[in-house]
């Protein structure tokens, strides 16, 4: 009896429910598997021969045995190509292209040293229609060696980029038509030297910052989103900052290096946010960060994980009126295991669509001064009272919840896979480890599992806040009002 594959070493499978979460190390590459790829890995661990695996796949997904035949070849024979399986034993698959063998050839190292052992033989294994054989054959396998490299190199350079702004585009850019930034920051503190500067301190996750300004105009602008997070002086500032005011604008600097410049007033509240939750999150180590919105009710976390325009913030503020801890508008840092979430407790950014919306529930909204940050969206900073604001606190989460806004909807709140969940919350993932592990893998399963996970419509703002906090209460659960 021969099995019809081996897994490679470096692979594993999570099974979360009817889907897995799936892992190569050595490629650092994450997949949710759906059902039937998901059916097919537990075979080939189980080391069945393929007749036993198009056997099973037929019974389980209610199918003939040649189109079971067929799924399962094609499946097994994809996983070969990429390397997650070390040796195959598995009919001829459908014919595939020649870009699709060049993509496989470049991606997958194992199929590369085949190709160059016994080009020929690799070639028809790959399946390729009759006429693509001979343009594969025709690759120069030094070429295809070099341009595998530079993919690498570019996929390593963009897994280790950070969020932190360009310091040599901040070098040469222009603050005026006739100096750089380094130039009038240079310039501007010189001028102020003799003069004693405004100074603030905050503390943002585990960074306590000294913010220093040259004008009190500056000061008040910043201070008036920020001040739900200023601390006393502390004993030792992490980072400290300069707001300095130029001839042509406002240039944020920390030491001799500029991080940023503004033309306008009403943009240096948002340059200053967006600094300090970048530096913060930078001095901090973290597993896992995610677009999304984080309160919090009786200890445990509620997530709000969904792309701009989809009402998180505007959820988010509505549960803090509503009595939830508030612990980030747009970001959710995770850490430990098992996993926890900790706040990034910054105002809350609110968009001109959300200010009517809100203001029955938060008057104060209508009344704030409007902002403009970096990618042009005007907003207002919305500060939490402090007691409603969880600065410090690191929370399990209990509850993850998908909001969508759909005018003229009617707010409902149904469950979603697990699965389902993670793989809209991977589209929401900022930032992973550089390097990811089997134990990371596991941590992130075993969270995961913990939680419930749903997707909440949203209609009338006061009947979603009304589900959410049924749901959050003990023995609570979905319901369509």
């Known amino acids: 009896m021969s099995p019809a594959a081996v897994p490679a070493t470096d692979v594993c499978l999570l099974v979360i429910d009817d889907e897995a979460l799936f892992f190569s190390e050595d490629r650092q590459e994450l997949y949710v598997f759906n059902t039937p790829a998901t059916f097919v890995w537990c075979c080939v661990e189980e080391r069945l021969e393929f007749a036993e695996i198009v056997a099973a796949y037929a019974v389980a997904f209610g199918v003939p045995a040649g189109q079971a035949e067929r799924s ?14 070390s040796r195959l034993d598995a009919p001829p698959s459908s014919p595939i292209g020649f870009v699709t063998a060049l993509g496989r050839l470049l991606t997958s190292p194992g199929l590369r040293s085949e190709f160059r052992r016994a080009p020929h033989r690799t070639a028809h294994r790959l399946g390729l229609r009759a006429g693509d054989f001979e343009a594969v054959m025709a690759l120069d396998e030094r070429a295809v060696e070099c341009q595998s490299g530079v993919l690498a ?5 963009i897994r280790q980029a950070s969020g932190s702004s360009s310091s040599d585009r901040l070098f040469v850019a222009m603050a005026g038509p006739d100096r750089t930034l380094l130039e009038a920051a240079t310039e501007s503190r010189m001028a102020d030297l003799s003069r004693p500067s405004l100074r603030r301190y905050y503390r943002l996750l585990t960074t306590n910052f000294c913010l220093r300004f040259t004008s009190a105009a500056e000061e008040a602008r910043v201070h008036r989103s920020l001040a739900h997070l200023e601390v ?32 306008r007033l009403d943009a240096v509240a948002a340059l200053v946010q967006a600094r300090l939750r970048q530096i913060a999150i ?8 995610v677009h999304a919105g984080l309160v919090s009710h009786s200890g445990r976390g509620l997530l709000l994980p969904g792309p701009p325009g989809h009402g998180k913030t505007t959820l988010t503020a509505a549960l803090t009126v509503a009595g939830f801890r508030y612990l980030s508008d747009e970001l959710a840092v995770f850490e430990g295991d098992p996993l926890e979430a900790r706040a990034v407790p910054l105002g809350l950014a609110i968009k001109p669509g959300a200010v009517d919306v809100l203001s029955p529930l938060w008057p104060e909204v209508c009344t704030l001064p409007v902002d403009v940050r970096e990618d042009g969206e005007v907003v207002r900073y919305l500060v939490p009272p402090r007691e409603a604001v969880a600065a410090e606190a690191t929370v399990p989460v209990r509850w993850i919840v998908f909001p969508r806004y759909v005018p003229a909807a009617d707010t409902s ?9 993670l793989r809209r919350l991977m589209a929401e993932c900022l930032v992973l480890p550089k390097f990811l592990d089997r134990a ?13 996970t749903y997707e909440l419509i949203l209609g009338p703002l006061t009947e979603a806040v009304a589900a959410l906090r049924r749901l959050c209460e003990p023995g609570g659960g979905p319901k369509v009002l």
């Not at 399962?72 to 399986?85: E, F, K, N, P």
């Not at 930078?282 to 960060?289: G, M, P």
């Not at 709140?413 to 969940?421: C, M, N």
């Open 282 to 289: 930078d001095r901090h180590r973290s597993f896992l960060q």
């Open 153 to 157: 190199g570019r996929q390593s350079s």
């Open 440 to 452: 990371g893998v596991h941590t992130l399963a075993a969270w995961i599992r913990s939680v419930d």
């Open 72 to 85: 399962v070849t094609d499946i097994l024979h994809q996983w070969w190509a990429l390397g997650y399986l």
């Open 232 to 263: 006393e002086s502390p004993l030792t500032c992490d980072v400290v900052l300069d707001v300095l005011g130029s001839g042509a604008g406002h240039i944020l600097v920390q030491d001799i290096l500029p991080l940023g410049f503004c033309a």
């Open 413 to 421: 709140l149904r469950p979603v896979s697990k699965s389902d969940a």
